[in-house]
T-cell receptor, first 113, second 115 residues
């Protein structure tokens, strides 16, 4: 069984559109994260949530809105997509919000045309 | 500004040798350091975590050292195999016990193990 699963795996869309990426973890973890990995493979945290509560928001444009309906799910909605949003987006989870190993999904590759 | 540096060039070694990867950091006082492996098209996979008061950690063929004076961590893979070929990422976390973790990743070093 996949521990952290993201959908879709690939997302190709036009500039200006709105899109969502879904993430689910079946590990029973309390904390979930969104990361962005750019073309240079630099992995940077965007958000973290603990038990549905926002903990970290790394000065991400407010076009990005995470939503956590329950602690097993953390979705990412992006409005008015821009060319610079093209990247691979990774969801991750950890047991709690202290420094524990993080379990990553396999990423969603977002391409903006 | 805070900086985490890993060798940007690929590291090529022969099967059976020990691979040593370096993670250097500046303007940072991490409480924890983690190493992850990332294969093409996949998410990072956790390998080892070492705390600031630990000098060394081992797990099977893997060994990590953490020198807070030199501001450096070394990651060793002994008896390397072609299956060890991947990109290895170090990640630092300055959070203390009870505070929210925030990992800052290096850009990774690609390891290629050849027969």
């Amino acid at each position: 069984d996949t521990a952290v699963s993201q959908t879709p795996k690939y997302l190709v869309t036009q500039m200006g559109n709105d899109k969502s990426i879904k993430c689910e973890q079946n590990l029973g973890h309390d904390t979930m994260y969104w990361y962005k990995q750019d073309s240079k493979k630099f992995l940077k945290i965007m958000f973290s949530y603990n038990n549905k509560e926002l903990i970290i928001n790394e000065t991400v444009p407010n076009r990005f809105s995470p939503k956590s309906p329950d602690k097993a799910h953390l979705n990412l909605h992006i409005n008015s997509l821009e060319l610079g949003d093209s990247a691979v987006y990774f969801c991750a989870s950890s047991q709690d919000l202290t420094s524990e190993p993080q379990h990553f999904g396999d990423g969603t590759r977002l391409s903006i045309l | 500004s805070q900086k985490i540096e890993q060798n940007s060039e690929a590291l090529n070694i022969q099967e059976g040798k020990t691979a040593t990867l370096t993670c250097n950091y500046t303007n940072y006082s991490p409480a924890y350091l983690q190493w992850y492996r990332q294969d093409p098209g996949r998410g990072p996979v956790f390998l080892l975590l070492i705390r600031e008061n630990e000098k060394e950690k081992r797990k099977e063929r893997l060994k990590v050292t953490f020198d807070t004076t030199l501001k450096q961590s070394l990651f060793h893979i002994t008896a390397s195999q072609p299956a060890d070929s991947a990109t290895y990422l170090c990640a630092l976390d300055k959070s203390n016990t009870g505070t929210a973790s925030k990992l800052t990743f290096g850009t990774g070093t690609r390891l290629q193990v050849t027969l």
